[in-house]
């Protein structure tokens, strides 16, 4: 972990962009490191295509796909999300777009992430950086090339990325700055005196809220019968559990929720999620004394009001005890189905307020 990636010196290793035209040039007739044969076998390896595919254009940035490899038979669609998070909608955008330009080919869809996150459309099938790297490494390489000193340089990066990733799903509490750092520019950590490599990988990379995110994915598959989604402000990750969608108020449908950031859990009432980001604060005026009412009759801790800045969402927090990381994960997991079943209590006396305004 002492000796850096050329791509890391360039300070591009966290860019996704980047990634996509490293990715997209490597399939390419562009890169002689790997010769055509290997190519197309490693293209059928990696995506799973059992014919006969040559490969005859590699495209970035098409039409808004990151990356769109086209065979004579297939139509390979990346959604490359080494960092981000899906946009509304975008990739039913995509799949329409392919269903009209490439008609008479099969399609297939990948979800490309550093820790194998699902999209919220399950005909994107997952794929993860550590898979590329792996099926590249087995290749016999071109020597003597430099695009094989260029392929060479990633594949070390991607091998880098892949151990710390691993070391942080073995050891969590070992990287408390995952979790704290999360919302640091790199200027802010310049002067920082980081314990080991792998810290200081994670910092200039700033890699911190996708492995924040993780954790949050490992909790929700322990979480029963509840639904969990994972997002970030900031840079420091959240995970929302709903209690209850559908809630009509003045003619839109709003949402009860737990939300576990940072050591805070809240209880919020919130608009749908496909009109959050042009809501006003000004359509949940009147839940507002509701939620303060909740604030100061609950008997689980609830006692904090948040009152909106600008959307439609108002919560009351308490906080935890300590780190949620440094809590056993079984455990934290029974904690938040206490809190689910308080949320729906909470619910219940919410809706039942909500009732008599809109009567």
Request: hydrophobic residues 40%; proline residues 1%; glycine residues 4%.
């Amino acid at each position: 972990m002492n000796t850096k990636s050329f791509f890391e010196y360039l300070g591009i290793a966290d860019m996704e962009r980047v990634h996509s035209q490293i990715l997209a040039w490597i399939f390419s007739s562009d890169c002689d490191s790997i010769d055509s044969k290997q190519k197309n076998e490693l293209f059928q390896k990696l995506f799973n295509i059992n014919n006969d595919s040559q490969i005859v254009n590699v495209l970035t940035e098409y039409n808004n796909i990151d990356i769109l490899i086209e065979t004579n038979n297939d139509v390979v669609v990346i959604e490359n999300k080494i960092k981000s998070s899906q946009h509304s909608n975008q990739l039913v955008r995509y799949k329409t777009l392919c269903d009209i330009k490439f008609r008479n080919k099969a399609k297939h869809y990948f979800f490309l992430t550093l820790i194998g996150e699902q999209s919220n459309d399950l005909d994107w099938n997952i794929i993860t950086y550590i898979q590329i790297y792996q099926k590249i490494k087995s290749l016999e390489l071109v020597a003597d090339t430099k695009n094989t000193v260029i392929l060479n340089e990633y594949l070390f990066f991607l091998e880098r990325l892949n151990n710390v990733t691993q070391d942080f799903i073995k050891f969590p509490l070992n990287y408390d700055i995952v979790f704290t750092d999360g919302n640091k520019r790199k200027a802010d950590k310049i002067n920082i005196e980081y314990r080991n490599d792998q810290e200081k990988f994670i910092a200039s990379n700033q890699l911190e809220t996708i492995l924040q995110k993780y954790f949050l994915n490992s909790l929700i598959l322990k979480v029963t019968n509840s639904i969990g989604n994972v997002g970030d402000t900031r840079g420091v990750a959240l995970v929302d559990f709903i209690i209850r969608e559908g809630i009509n108020y003045n003619g839109k449908c709003y949402s009860t929720m737990i939300q576990l950031q940072g050591n805070t859990i809240k209880f919020a009432f919130v608009i749908g999620e496909n009109k959050y980001a042009k809501s006003n604060k000004k359509w949940i005026v009147d839940i507002i004394p509701l939620m303060k009412m909740l604030s100061k009759k609950n008997e689980f801790g609830y006692k904090k009001p948040n009152i909106p800045t600008a959307k439609a969402y108002v919560s009351i927090s308490k906080k935890i005890d300590g780190h949620y990381w440094h809590i056993d994960i079984e455990d934290l997991a029974d904690l938040i189905m206490i809190e689910i079943e308080n949320g729906k209590y909470l619910t219940d006396e919410l809706i039942k307020a909500i009732n008599l305004i809109n009567n």
